[in-house]
Every structure is written in structure tokens, then in C-alpha cells.
């Protein structure tokens, strides 16, 4: 109950995991009935049929790029969605339930660019700012403002292409990674294979040179051993 009067007195934001017309639209009405405001419809795939009423309602829309057909609730999903919705003065974030796609985030929100034409900035807001703002937290990230935290990377081609590369990323003002120091690091570990492999290779040679090698006598154990063991204890106590 406690919670249900924090949403009603403006105090708790409302994030709605919608797909179709029917659910958004239902929601919307109802929350201008009981006199509070969506915050951000997720997913919200047919959000491009109703994008007058999300934008004059203020809710804010968080969607797929390009996921569609893949269940009844996206047949009707488009790639123009997040387009036709920003259009309409909608302010709009792309985001993903794939593991593999939250983290090129960057190149979801280009596709805008292929299927309508949206411009950079647009697309790059996506990403950036605008879900900052359906978060309430773009006093703090979501642009490199003076005041806001330095959570910033750096690339080393324009960000929106597949073809750039992270070379900095900063959290809060301190380096969490940088892809110089990395590739050192990288090659560090390569160089230590590569001489542990020839330590060993010497070490046979040595031993086939007549160096004396003391055997292993411990027991190979497998999957069957226990069970073998404690019929031979059986059988033995029997």
C-alpha cells in the first residue's frame, strides 16, 4: 500500500514492461484517472501507434531496434518505431534483453540511421541522454556537462560506426581501461605461455637425456572408483 501511494503522490516513478497499443493506451488512461504520470514505457514495440498519446501524456518510450515476429505481442513491431516516436516529440532510449547487445548499445541505436534516417545526434541520444532522463538521473550522466560524473569513453573512430573501437573508459573520473595498457597485458600473458611451454620442453629433454624422473604413484581416479571400492569393502566384510 505504501507503494501504491508513493506513485500516487508523484513520489515513485512508474516504469510499464508494455508491447501493444491495447496495454500502453489502458495504462495511460489509467494513470491520468487516478492523476499520476508514466515515467517510460519499455519495450513498448507498438509504441509508433500511439506515439501522440505517449508524448502527450510526457511518458517517455524505452525500445528494441530491430526485434520483431519473434512472439504474438511484436508481430506487429516496425524498425521505424523508435523513429516515429521520437517524430512525435516521444523521448526515446534503445535498449536490449540480450547480454550480447547491451554491450554495443552504440551500434543499435545507428540502425535508426539505416531504417528512417535519423540524424547522429538523435541516434547517439539514445543512448546517452535521453535514457538518463527517463532514469531521473541526467543531473549526474547522460552528457559530458561540467558538474556531472566523468563516466566517459573515448573511441577511436565515430562512435556510431561497427567499425570503432573503445581505447579509453572511465567511471567517475578514474581509468577502468585502456586498450594500450591491455594490449601490454595481453602480450605479457602471451610471453609467459610461451616460456613456461619451453620450460617444459626442456624439461623432457633432459629426462630423455637420462635425468631420473620420479613417478607419480598416486591413484587415476574416475567416475566408477567409489563405487568400486566400497564393493570390494563389501564383499571383503562379507
Known amino acids: 500500500m505504501q507503494a501504491v501511494a508513493e506513485v500516487l503522490n508523484q513520489q515513485r516513478d512508474v516504469h510499464i514492461h508494455s508491447y501493444v497499443q491495447s496495454e500502453i493506451l489502458m495504462f495511460i488512461r489509467l494513470a491520468e484517472a487516478y492523476h499520476f504520470k508514466v515515467q517510460t514505457f519499455t519495450h513498448v514495440l507498438e509504441g509508433y501507434k500511439v506515439a501522440g498519446e505517449l508524448a502527450a501524456h510526457g511518458a517517455g518510450a524505452s525500445t528494441f ?7 504474438f505481442e511484436v508481430y506487429d513491431a ?3 518505431n523508435a523513429c516515429l516516436m521520437q517524430n512525435k516529440g516521444v523521448t526515446t532510449s534503445i535498449n536490449s534483453d540480450d547480454y550480447e547487445m547491451q554491450r554495443r548499445l552504440n551500434q543499435e541505436a545507428a540502425k535508426s540511421m539505416m531504417y528512417c534516417n535519423m540524424s547522429k545526434e538523435d541516434a547517439w541520444n539514445m543512448v546517452t541522454i535521453n535514457p538518463a532522463k527517463q532514469l531521473r538521473v541526467d543531473e549526474f550522466v547522460g552528457s559530458l556537462t561540467t558538474g556531472k560524473m566523468a563516466d566517459i569513453v573515448l573511441w577511436n573512430a565515430e562512435p556510431l560506426s561497427i567499425y570503432a573501437k573503445v581505447t579509453q573508459a572511465w567511471v567517475e573520473g578514474k581509468r577502468y581501461f585502456d586498450r594500450d595498457q591491455d594490449q601490454l597485458a595481453q602480450q605479457a600473458v602471451v610471453n609467459e605461455r610461451a616460456a613456461l611451454i ?3 620442453l626442456s624439461s623432457d629433454e ?9 613417478p607419480l604413484n598416486e591413484p587415476q581416479w574416475h567416475c566408477d572408483t567409489h563405487y568400486q571400492a566400497w564393493g570390494h569393502a563389501h564383499q571383503g566384510a562379507k
Open 65 to 71: 531496434a530491430d526485434w520483431w515476429a519473434y512472439k
Open 78 to 80: 516496425i524498425p521505424q
Open 198 to 200: 619451453q620450460k617444459i
Open 206 to 214: 633432459q629426462a630423455k637425456a637420462g635425468e631420473k624422473v620420479t
